[in-house]
């Protein structure tokens, strides 16, 4: 893609480094990312400073150059809504508790690990060396806690069914889990104690609003529903029409069972949502062309029901042509999100796009991708990109009983064959009591392909179960209700929204970010770098002297006003390291660029730039080079362009 | 001051516009807000972008212009964190019930509109006219619940109970109120009912974390509490040197019995708090020459002792020099936030720094000045920056038992007298217990004059009174502690930072900034203009066409993508409304600019330019205008500078 190549990393080199000299050591990474504030265990400094920029590159990506509605709803929410999502019944992980301790474990996690150590004991105990197995699905899942391997021989038989087990795990319910536990006599490993029942713990947090006592709300788990509670408003904005997006960024909530694994699982996290409602009928997107050529690493369903994961590699306009990607506007976000973590700095040869299998999806679901970013934990998802069809708008408009549906004028009126459904209404209302309205509204708000079945049902069987939105089914039978094929002429289309939803896990994104731009200098693996780009580094430009001369000093904090006036985050370095000292604090910083005074600085009046991965300096007057710091930080030239513009230069201070 | 002369409104005008031709009209503006998507209840669409637009300007003025270290800690608190900081205990409120109905109040608000609403009725039996009070403090408070008055007299000494009463509604203790109900006969002017006895009513909200129900959590009623709890790690990120300040960015949450009065008192809201951390023997500030000249509208504390309002303009330098406000680091505050408060558009002139009043502060405050802004709501607290002295390092560091503190080494060590505490360890830990340790460490905390003061007291009263961080107090005895005063040579100084917090209310400010910004086309009321800084205003231009031709509108949306490229907001138009109405829209909506494109756009490459508050217009080459747009927009240019770029223009398409 021709736009994407042009806004390619502005600080692209022309002499490549090599950033692979050492292996990938997740100790020094850790180290470095604690010992120079940028998280632990929360983020701070310098992480809260990378998340914000990292956001407002989001915004100026999605919702400036999309032109999206912008929404701030509330953390604190109603119960009512997330009984309407569907939260409050189904929003629950299975726990477990250690009958003697009390010690709490996600049911499916203990029982993996507990199946996982013997797996490995027994082929300790028949002198297997530990296969290596391609990646699987079940492979990539975070680490849950780790249990010591006994060697200890198992009959062929239990391996199978302890390898069948594993390959199911994340499909067995509660009571399933219960009775797993039983069989296979898993107890705490820790303790040699058995287990209560799984019993279910909803990861919301709940708090009473007001001080009465009786209203009940929860912290969002996702800010999506504040989308769909104010759709009626947004279509309004948006003059009755689609399309048109919704975004929000903003802090949600899991009340996690155990959050472990650092910054990929904890209770409180942000999150950046986009909604975007389309056509049922017309899904194609006015600006996919501009997107069309982008590469993606695709892992279809398919391939993944064949037990593999190799990737293919092809354009989005190729998946969508080919069926692959189910249709146009979701490719669009595909393109766009794939554009968005390269900008940020993702590297793209640990991205990939992962299909959901029919089974992983939810049923009202058309199709899913999520964006995997390969770190130290495996492939973890960090951008889920869902066509949700019309079931939100639907539960919501159900449960409110307004309307959320597009009236479109057609251009010919059209005559079209109805199923039209006639109930008998006292002897409905008799029957069904104060459930009537609701099973009528459940019947009405049918397509016609599920309409037809009722119908097929009611004639042959004179009677067919309804299931209402509040979950409970019904019996209705033909002497209630008639469905009658009708041929009526329209003047308007109606229809309720479908919804395309790309959601961003951004504390994921963001740690993924650090993994890859982590290296260390070929000549010392302590001397470790973060290939930030400019656009999301939380420092720009330091500032450094070669000597402690008052003349100097004076001239960096002169240099850094003219910095600041320009917006370009810039911090002075004044104390009494070495310079070689300084680069290297802020090479670990992910400061991209260096101005250093010397005392030319003051007899010729230059200033020196460096460039942090190559360490390569060039020299200028001093307002050239921070004019040219303003522009490769603003990403409107590259390192190469500012070498051609500025003189290159070989200084004696640069003492790596 | 001449820097903040010259980054004045770069949207100024030659020719100035009549915006005061109709009174300001509470109705008109709230229904436009609503209208067009600003809030209702809660922030949507234009709030959400104005608010971070808002954000955006805050963190450049104050994170990136300062070099503050950014902090996001969590929302959801642990009970711990909150009980030292005393919010567990003290951060509630007074409420009664009604003994039939159950419905909930805050004590002192239906205390106070029964009691003026008596008054009032005495006022109506006696004839006498409403008098025209100067307003008062008490007055500026937000309006409660209105009850109904009725024409009764009163006695006269009920009279000035009642007015004294009134006084001092916010001194009473719950207590205290029960006893005002009761004496009074106070009882529910809707029910005619008896209320109970005051109870406490914490406004956190409260939660439980993790599954074992045991882990109580509150959500932050502030985001200061995250700042101390991570002191020591800013401060050995500073090098372990004073000054500088962390600043964060959130969501906080307060309970409220009852929230209404639109923006101003709601349960979720986005704060912005700075603490800056001083010596307390150094509060002088490096860059106070930068801002000495910046004018404040104060209202000294000793005014309002005399019972008066008026306000003294002058300069933050005379100010400190004159020792109205504490201290330089104060006063640079002051004036940074007067600077960012009038940059992203409030009106100076309806803008005030309250000082509070001995009895209105913490015990442990220095100084607090709260920036009041003037709006239908009366004058409301927005930004309170107070210098909150050692006390929050300190219950902290009691708490944690981790010291919070500064070591200086000294240039020339230096011999000071001292105080010394000395303990007789078993007798006192006999006599004390558990709380011997806290109480020797309060007295060894003391700083000298307090620790003078105990001195004193032991030796004249042989006994002294020492409150502990856990708010009890405990009774010495000189048998039991002796203070004796040494003569030591020191080399390090040992310190605990002072704290000075300028908290931002980011909501009320929002609110205030629409209500500043918004007013009426002389020749029609209902014309609405909100004259938002182009800074902070959620679009920036306009892109419209004067007709529906296929040419035109492809070149809109030619003109649209250059504009996004350069960053700037914009929206096009293509609707079938006229070029007045889609003009008059986006005047509502805040948009400074708008670029018109007609026949000669095609013909001889011309757009026009449209600037919102003077309707003038201004014509050139397409590529020019974009340019212009794009500083004005940063703020590079002011529409001055653009009218001597570009052409005036007189079409025939500006309807109005």
Known sequence: MAAAASTANPNALTTPVNKTAHEFDKAILDATLTRRFFFTPAFEIYGASLLANILDAWRKHYIIEEDMLELDTTIMTMSEVLKTSGHVDKFADWMVKDTKTGEIFRADHIVEAVIEARLKGDKEARGVAEEVKEETEADKKKKKKKVKSVAVKLEDSVVAEYESLLAQIDNYTGPQLGEIIRKHNIVNPLTGNEFTEPVEFNLMFESNIGPTGHIKGYLRPETAQGHFVNFAK????????VPFAS????????????????????????????????????????????????????LPKDVQMDGRTDLRQMTVGDAVAQGIVDNETLGYFLARTQLFLTKIGIDPTRLRCRQHMANEMAHYAADCWDFEIQSSYGWIECVG??????????????????????????????????????????????????????????????????????KDELEKNQ?????????????????????????????????TPNVIEPSFGIGRILYSLLEHSYWAREQDKARVVLSLPPLVAPIKCLIVTISQDPELRALIHEISRKLRKLGVASRVDDSGASIGKKYARNDELGTPFGCTVDFASIKNGTLTLRERDSTAQLIGPIDDVIATVDELVKGSITWEDASSRLQSYSGVQDVE
């Open 385 to 454: 990109c869902a066509d949700r069809s019309a079931y939100d708008l639907t539960v919501h408009s159900v449960r409110t009983k307004q309307p959320l549906r597009v009236q479109q004028t057609l251009d010919q009126p059209r005559t079209v064959e109805k199923l039209e459904v006639v109930t008998d209404p006292k002897a409905f209302g008799i029957k069904f009591k104060k459930d009537a309205t609701s099973i009528r509204e459940t019947l009405t708000g049918m397509d016609k392909e599920r309409l037809q079945c009722v």
């Open 463 to 495: 009677s067919s179960i309804v299931k209402c939105a509040d979950g409970r089914s019904h019996e209705i039978t033909s002497d209630l209700v008639k469905i009658n094929a009708v041929t009526v002429t329209e003047h308007i289309r109606e229809f």
């Open 234 to 241: 947004l279509l309004e904005f948006n003059n009755g029409r």
């Open 247 to 298: 975004a929000q960024i903003g802090k949600s909530f899991r009340n996690e069972i155990a959050p472990r694994q650092g910054l990929l699982r904890v209770r409180e996290f942000t999150m950046a949502e986009i909604e975007h409602y389309v056509d049922p009928l017309d899904k194609k997107h006015t600006r996919f062309n501009e997107v069309k050529d982008v590469k993606l690493m695709l």
